[in-house]
């Protein structure tokens, strides 16, 4: 069983082929990340920027930040596969991603600033990608060869993700 505060929203789960339809959903779900972010953190205090979404999780703070370290690396990787031939990713920690000053410390604001530009510019590519290109890989070393298709899904539900970890603990604290 899967826990509901680790997985608000359950386990991703990705397609190797999606239609053209498929796609438009997830890239308008990737397009409305940042606002729906920045309206989700929108008047919260700073006790309540640092609350952990559950106990032994990062504090909302840290979530707005590694969500600008994720999707900088889905571009990078994103244009890695559209530019070379299956190539070898980079893994990071994420873990210790979040405990950097620039993840435990600043406003959110400068995450939140950061994915709307970073949002237009992965939208940017993503819509336009035809046919084969989908199908381009990369390979991550721990959990092997993604195609485009994978990493669309992957990185719409990852922000989906951890915009749910953000409104429900809103919701269950009453903020």
Not at 82 to 101: G, H, M, R
Request: charged share 25%; with cysteine.
């Amino acid at each position: 069983m899967t826990d509901p505060l680790k997985y608000p929203i359950g386990p991703c789960e990705t397609k190797k082929e999606l239609n053209e339809g498929e796609r438009k959903a997830l890239i308008g779900e990737i397009r409305d990340l940042p606002s729906k972010l920045r309206q989700a953190v929108s008047g919260l205090t700073k006790e309540q920027l640092d609350t952990p979404y559950r106990p032994g999780g990062w504090t909302v703070r840290q979530v707005v930040h590694h969500v600008g370290d994720s999707h900088m690396n889905s571009l990078i990787r994103l244009k890695l596969a559209l530019t070379e031939n299956n190539p070898v990713i980079k893994p990071y920690e994420e873990q210790l991603w979040a405990e950097l000053a620039d993840s435990a410390l600043p406003d959110p604001e400068i995450s939140l600033d950061l994915l709307d530009a970073l949002h237009v510019r992965f939208v940017l590519v993503l819509e336009s990608l035809n046919g084969d290109q989908w199908l381009r890989t990369y390979l991550h070393p721990a959990s092997g060869e993604t195609n485009l298709n994978e990493h669309l899904c992957t990185y719409a539900w990852h922000g989906n993700h951890h915009l749910a970890h953000i409104t429900s603990l809103k919701e269950r604290m009453g903020w």
